[in-house]
């Protein structure tokens, strides 16, 4: 499976910069956030690279490294 690249920095609504909404889905973050990863981007000379949060459903999908409690491999 191959993972889905975390969408750039400047693509992302506030609430997803801040953590609160999953970077892919955009459902809001109440429980089980999973890091992500690192959005990366730019606005001129300002750096907006952050990182950012998934939701587990996500994350299990887009995330190929990522290995959820209760897997047993
Ligand atoms: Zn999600």
Redesign the pocket.
């Known amino acids: 499976m191959t993972g889905l690249p975390i969408p750039a920095a400047d693509r992302l609504t506030r609430r997803q910069r801040q953590g609160w909404d999953?970077v892919?889905?955009g459902?809001s973050l109440w429980s089980g956030a999973v890091l992500a990863g690192r959005a990366e981007g730019s606005v001129g000379a300002v750096d907006l690279s952050i990182d950012v949060y998934?939701?587990p459903?996500?994350a299990r999908l887009h995330i190929p490294q990522h290995v959820t409690q209760g897997d047993s491999k």
């Open positions: 999953c892919w889905c459902t998934a939701c459903r996500c």
